[in-house]
C-alpha cells in the first residue's frame, strides 16, 4: 500500500519537474490590453466669398457717324468682368474675362426709308487692327433690327477686350463686312456726324454747243457737278429698289448736268424738245457702268432759251477711273473723267 502511494507521489513531481514549458489544459489565454484612437479634427472651411462684379462706367465724348441715312452715336461704356450675356439678362455674374458694354444712341431722321440692320454684325470693335463683330446685340427698338423714319432710341452692343483696355485702343465699325463700313474712334476729340457726300471735280469743256437731242435740236452744255458717297439718298433707293449703302469696295456716283436749249428745228419730229437722262453715260476703267438711277424726271420738255438740269447715277469702284460721257450719237459729244474715291 505504501509503495503504491509512493510511486504516485513521484509521477507527479516528475510532471511538474518536467522543462517542456507546456501550460496547464485549464489555464485561459489573456488578451493584449488595446489604446483608444485619438479623435480627427476636421476644420470647417472658410465661407466662400461670392465673386463680384467689377467695372467702370465711362461717358463717351459727343461723336457720332451716318451710315444708310441714319445717325449712330455711342454714348457710355462700361468695361467690367460680367459677360455680355449675364449682363443681357441681369444675373450680375462676373467672369475671367474683360468686357466693353457699349450704348448707342440710333437715330433715324429721315421721312421715309428704313434702315434694316442684322443683329450680331452690324456692330463690329477695331482693336489694334482687327474687327470682330459684337456677339450679342440688344435694342429698345421694335421691330427689331429695323429704324424706321422718325425713330430714335438705344442699342447696346459687347465685346471681349484685353486686359487694360481703354476707349482710345478701339474704334466703333458700323456695317458688315460686304457693304462699306463706317469707322468712328470711340476717343479724341468730338465728331459730329456730318454728310458723306463728297464733291467730284468734273469738267465737260465748258460752254459747249452742239448736244442733240432729237433731229436737229440744239442744246448747250451749261455746267456739271458729280459728287460721290457711301450712302445713296433715301428718295432714290426707295423708287429704284437699289441699296441704301454701297457694298464694299465701291461707291454711289452721281452726276447733274445743266442744259440750256440754243436752236429747236424739226419739232414735227420732236414732238417738242425734250431734254433726256438718256444724254450722260458712265464707263468705269473702260466698261460701260451698269444702269444706274435718274434722280428727278428722266425727260423734260423745254423752248428755246430754257435750262433744265437733269441727274443720273450709278455704282462704280472706289478706285476706277470713271469717264462721264454727255451727248449723242450724230451730234458734239463731250466727256470728263473723274475719280470717285
Known sequence: ?????????????????????????????????????????????????????????????????????????????????????????????????????????????????????????????????????????????????????????TMRASWEVPVGFTLSDGALVVGPAEARQAILPLAGLALTASPTLRAVPVDLGGSIDGVVVCGPTVLRIENALATSSADLPADVADSGGLPRRAFAGQTFLETTVAFTVVSVEGTEDCAGTIVSADLIAFTSDGTAAPDGWVDGPADVAAEVGDTVAITVGTMVNVDAQVRITVGRAGGAVQGATVAPG
Open 1 to 153: 500500500m505504501r509503495s503504491v502511494l509512493g510511486v504516485l507521489v513521484a509521477a507527479l513531481v516528475a510532471a511538474a519537474c518536467s522543462g517542456d514549458g507546456s501550460r496547464s489544459a485549464t489555464e485561459a489565454e489573456t488578451p493584449a490590453p488595446t489604446s483608444t484612437p485619438e479623435p480627427t479634427v476636421v476644420e470647417a472651411a472658410p465661407t466662400p466669398t461670392a465673386p463680384v462684379v467689377d467695372g467702370r462706367v465711362i461717358e463717351i465724348e459727343e461723336r457720332s457717324v451716318v451710315y444708310g441715312g441714319v445717325v449712330f452715336s455711342p454714348l457710355v461704356a462700361e468695361i467690367s468682368n460680367e459677360d455680355p450675356t449675364s449682363r443681357e439678362n441681369g444675373l450680375g455674374l462676373p467672369s475671367t474675362g474683360t468686357y466693353l458694354h457699349l450704348t448707342i444712341g440710333v437715330e433715324n431722321p429721315m421721312s421715309e426709308a428704313t434702315l434694316t440692320l442684322d443683329d450680331r454684325r452690324f456692330f463690329s470693335l477695331r482693336v489694334d487692327g482687327t474687327i470682330t463683330p459684337a456677339p450679342l446685340l440688344s435694342d429698345d427698338i421694335a421691330p427689331r433690327s429695323a429704324v424706321r423714319p422718325g425713330v430714335a432710341g
